[in-house]
Structures are given as structure tokens and as C-alpha cells.
């Protein structure tokens, strides 16, 4: 095991008394007092023919776990640019009864014959595209794994049962839409090098019409075969020898082991406090919760209602510029480095970041030490909330990293593959191909998940239950944390998805934020205050999010205006 670096300076002191006060941050949060069962079931996710898999699957006798699955299979089917079963995802899960509470992380895994120089030249310089591009790009997926996971321990009904809207899906076609068309024109270059890729998403290589239909035979029967004998229909038999052989043929190094030994990882949520909320979200290799808590812990100190529109912006961007430093620099996959988890989480160690930030100048990033960044994770992912009737709950953010993933599908299996492995750091300590530097715990090892920013959460108070998530790649956590500052002022999920929204993720050292999500006096009196400014030309995230609440007892459920997903409640 390899050690992420340690706390420095002055927290070294601070994280020692920590460790004696003993400080247990999950003790303190209050229980709930939630009514016996929601009046409806709800879902929101970002593809109407997925947010229907699910309604089928709920009506069908499902739980929220099995509409889990139906809702993951047919994004994999309908959104093949945003998340699928070559990729991976996060699916925080909420069992009521035993209040059972945990992520099932189907993190990609780096493959055996991974390395740490993997995508570096013999002169140490990295290899523009290979890993974005290609098989080469592509981690060991686990969404096929997790999927098998939840109908096994946590769903009621069976896994070829779940999964069936997505292989009808897959089998009669969707038809394409703007948002599909943007997306394949995007990434045309890489799906017109792959014949198996273009043979499926374009038509005769080149974007296809507005309503044309994708059929996937081919994905059809390996969801099929999913189905019928679980997690081995795709690590063993069939679907494993097309996925070596085609990944292998293309110049990857997958092997049979790889298959055969991907495991999710059940792993107990993320929770901490602010105010009276209780925060559930994303433990690592997310580096969603920890994020979260951080800047929430820090922004707890101030009175932001209070604050005017450039104050308040001030001190949110302050808190995300010290999350996302600690982000860079401690965090990776857990099985593989020590993260200071529990010090990163304490209330006394976001106080100390609270002290250095001053109320009239902004800190510029350089001066908070820092060895390297990890800044811009993959910008296509998915994101989906469900409640069920009794009460059970998910939040999932899924992924192939960049849109359409490596652009590579494995002949014959239908699965197009992630490029997740762009999320590690190409060569920690230096700038990878896209001008951004990587952290050493988040390097590449075999069998290793690259670190993510997949935060899916749930927001628990004695008033009510939200369950949200967006895409977004770095930017996913400070959309999170912007739904949650807008519960905190009692909005509901309308409201936090349809948010203006701004960013700062430590370096590059200004705010990002979106066309007239701040004023003109805002921006001059922030500028004063030393901060710098990239006006975004269009908005970004796609927040599914609902909200249970208590006292009406009733469920309010929303679908990010920015993108084509449909919200439902019934
Ligand atoms: N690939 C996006 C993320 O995991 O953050």
C-alpha cells in the first residue's frame, strides 16, 4: 500500500488532537422521524425511455434496487454517450427496514498490465490520446457486476426481469435526438476509426437524422445473456472471449484474469452534518463526499443568507478552492492509498481552512501549498434518483468518461468501452495531455480505480429526504454542493437543478460559471476582491433530484432543464 501524502503543517498538529478528541462525526446526527411510506414513487433521470425502464420495472413489483437496474441498462442503451455496461458507476444505496446504507462502487479497475507509465512515450512524455481514445483508453468495467450485485442482495425481483426493457430497448431501437446528434459530433472522428463502433452510432459514417433508430442487436443479447447467468454472462463465456479477443486485437492488454477478477466493493456511505442536515454521499475513490464535506464544513461558519450576492460567491469559491486542493493531493483509491478520511471529514480541520480565508481578498491557489492538481475529470456521465414506495432509495452516477467513452465497441459484444483511465494521473507531478497535473495517489497501478468526481447523495433532516447527483466531470461536486446550499434555504429539487451555476476547482486559479449565472456588479466586486473569471458560452450539468418531505408528505421530483430527461411521480 502506497501513502497519499500527508497533512501538512500546521493540520499535522490539528489532525493529532483529532485523533485524541476521538472525534466521530456520524455520532452527532440527530435521527429522523420519517413517515411509515412515500405517497408516490419517484424517478428523475436524464433519458424519458430510462425514467420509463424504471416506472415499468417499479409497476412490475420492483424495488427502487431492481428499478436501479432497469434504469442503468436502458441508459446504457438510449445514453451510449453517457454511461454503459463497459463503464462503471456509483450507486448509493438506502434500504428501509434495516436502514441498511452503502455505496456499491463499480468503479472501472485499471487492468493488470497496467503501470504507472502506461501512457508515456520512451522519453517520458505522454502519448496525446491513448488514453481517451481507443482500447487502450478503456478501465474493466463494473457496471455489469453492480448491476448483478443489486438484483442478488438487494432487489426482489429477478436480473433478466429488470433488465428487460433495456434489451427491448436495444432490440426495437431509439430514435436519435439534438442532444445525441451534438454528442456524436463531438466524438465523430474516433467512432468513424472503429467499424464495429460506426456500424452502431453512425450512418455510413457520418451523424445520423433526427429520429433515425439506433438498433443494438448485438448489445440486446450480451444484456441477454446478462440476464440469464449474472455477472459470469459477461466476465466468463461468450461475452469475456469477444471482449479479449476484440480489446486485444485493437491493441489493448485486457487478459481473461482481468475479467475474472473484477469485484465491486461494497462500501459504507460517506456521512457528515451541516446544520441539521445529515449528508450521505460518495466515499473514495469518489472524491465526491469528501469534497462535499469539506466545503460544507467550512461554509457552515459563515451566515450566507445574510451575505450579499458577491460575498457570498466569495466565500463559496473559497471553500471550493480548498476542497479541491485536498482533493489533488490526498485522494485515490482507497484499496490502494491512505487517504486521512476521518481528518478531511472533521468539522476542527474545515475550520482551519476557514481561518485563511480573508473576507476581502481572494486567496490566489498558488499560495496554498500544493505539489499537483487533478483537475478536470471526464465530462460525460449520467446521473439518476429513485424513491419506491416503501421508502427505499437510490442516487447513481454513472460513466464512460468522455462522450461515447474510447469511441471503441468490442466486436460482437454490443458494450462500448470507457476511457475512465484518463481519470488517473498520467504522470503524477507533471501536466498530462490536457495541460493539467496529476497527484502520486491517484497514479496508475494494476487493478487500481482512477479517482473520481461521481457524487451521488442524499440530504436527510428530520423534515425530509432529497436524493440528487449530476454529470459533470470536476464540476459534478460543486453542482452538488450548490443543490444542497439551496436546500439548506428550503428549496426544493425544481430549484436545485435549474440553479445558475459557478465553479472554482483550484487551478486553474479563476471562477467558471455559467451565461448569467452571476451580475455584472457581482463579477466587478469579486474581481476587486482579486478573483478572475472564465464566462462559460453554455450551461453544464444535468441534475436529476427528489425530494421526500416529511411534514406534507409528499415527493417532488425534477429533471435538469439543461437536458432532455424526464422527471416522474406515481
Ligand atoms: N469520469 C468521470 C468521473 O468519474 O469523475
Not at 41 to 46: G, P
Not at 246 to 251: D, E, P, Q, S, T
Not at 388 to 395: P, S, Y
Request: with cysteine; proline share 6%.
Amino acid at each position: 500500500m502506497q501513502l497519499a501524502r500527508p497533512l501538512s503543517g500546521a493540520f499535522l498538529l490539528l489532525a493529532v488532537w483529532w485523533s485524541l478528541t476521538g472525534c466521530d462525526m456520524a455520532a452527532r446526527v440527530q435521527p429522523q422521524a420519517e413517515p411509515a411510506r412515500p405517497p408516490v414513487q419517484a424517478i428523475a433521470s436524464a433519458h424519458p425511455l430510462a425514467t420509463a425502464a424504471g416506472l415499468e420495472i417499479l409497476a412490475a413489483g420492483g424495488n427502487a434496487f431492481d428499478a436501479a437496474i432497469a434504469v442503468s441498462a436502458a441508459l446504457a442503451v438510449v445514453e451510449p454517450y453517457s454511461s454503459g455496461l463497459g463503464g462503471g458507476g456509483f450507486w448509493l444505496l438506502h434500504r428501509v427496514g434495516d436502514e441498511k446504507q452503502l455505496m456499491v462502487d463499480g468503479r472501472e479497475r485499471a487492468p493488470l498490465a497496467a503501470h504507472r507509465d502506461l501512457y508515456l512515450d520512451e522519453s517520458g512524455e505522454v502519448i496525446p490520446g491513448l488514453s481517451m481514445n481507443g482500447a487502450m483508453a478503456a478501465g474493466i468495467p463494473g457496471e455489469p457486476a453492480a448491476l448483478a450485485h443489486m438484483a442478488e442482495h438487494y432487489g426482489v425481483l429477478a436480473l433478466r426481469r429488470s433488465l428487460a426493457p433495456a434489451i427491448r430497448l436495444a432490440k426495437e431501437g431509439f430514435p436519435v435526438d439534438a442532444h445525441y446528434r451534438k454528442m456524436a459530433q463531438f466524438r465523430l472522428a474516433v467512432l468513424q476509426e472503429f467499424e464495429s463502433s460506426e456500424a452502431i452510432f453512425l450512418d455510413f459514417g457520418d451523424v445520423p437524422e433526427e429520429g433515425a433508430l439506433i438498433k443494438q442487436p448485438q448489445l440486446a443479447r450480451t444484456l441477454m445473456l446478462l440476464g440469464q447467468y449474472g455477472r459470469d454472462g459477461f466476465y466468463a463465456g461468450e461475452t469475456a472471449d469477444r471482449l479479449i479477443a476484440g480489446v486485444r486485437a485493437a491493441g489493448g492488454i485486457w487478459t481473461q484474469e482481468d475479467l475474472q477478477d473484477y469485484r465491486i466493493v461494497e462500501r459504507p456511505a460517506l456521512t457528515f452534518s451541516y446544520r441539521d442536515m445529515r449528508i450521505v454521499s460518495a466515499p473514495p475513490p469518489s472524491s465526491g463526499g469528501v469534497a462535499l464535506a469539506t466545503m460544507l464544513h467550512i461554509l457552515e461558519g459563515f451566515d450566507l443568507e445574510q451575505a450579499g450576492e458577491a460575498e457570498r460567491v466569495h466565500l463559496v469559491v473559497e471553500a471550493m478552492r480548498r476542497a479541491y486542493r485536498d482533493r489533488a493531493e490526498y485522494l485515490g483509491d482507497p484499496d490502494f492509498v491512505q487517504i486521512p478520511v476521518e481528518r478531511l471529514l472533521d468539522p476542527v480541520y474545515a475550520a482551519g481552512l476557514r481561518a485563511s480565508i480573508r473576507r476581502d481578498r481572494a486567496t490566489p491557489s498558488r499560495l496554498l501549498a500544493n505539489p499537483g492538481i487533478d483537475a478536470v475529470a471526464g465530462n460525460h456521465t449520467t446521473h439518476f434518483s429513485i424513491l419506491d414506495r416503501d421508502g427505499n432509495r437510490v442516487a447513481a452516477t454513472l460513466s464512460i468518461n468522455y462522450p461515447f467513452g474510447s469511441g471503441f465497441v468490442a466486436p460482437g459484444t454490443g458494450v462500448l468501452l470507457n476511457d475512465e483511465m484518463d481519470d488517473f494521473s498520467a504522470r503524477p507531478g507533471t501536466p498530462n495531455a490536457y495541460g493539467l497535473v496529476g497527484a502520486e495517489a491517484n497514479a496508475i497501478a494494476p487493478g487500481k480505480r482512477p479517482l473520481s468526481s461521481m457524487t451521488p447523495t442524499f440530504i436527510e433532516s428530520e423534515e425530509g429526504i432529497g436524493v440528487l447527483g449530476t454529470p459533470g466531470g470536476s464540476r459534478i461536486i460543486t453542482m452538488v454542493l450548490l443543490g444542497i446550499l439551496d436546500a439548506a434555504q428550503g428549496e426544493g429539487p425544481a430549484s436545485w437543478v435549474s440553479l445558475p451555476r459557478f465553479h472554482h476547482q483550484y487551478l486553474p486559479d479563476l471562477i467558471e460559471f455559467e451565461p448569467g449565472a452571476l451580475s455584472d456588479q457581482a463579477i466587478d466586486d469579486l474581481r476587486a476582491r482579486g478573483h478572475e473569471f472564465k464566462a462559460l458560452e453554455s450551461q453544464y450539468g444535468n441534475m436529476q433530484a427528489l425530494y421526500w418531505d416529511y411534514r406534507r408528505n409528499r415527493v417532488d421530483v425534477a429533471s435538469d432543464p439543461r437536458g432532455i430527461g424526464s422527471a416522474a411521480a406515481r
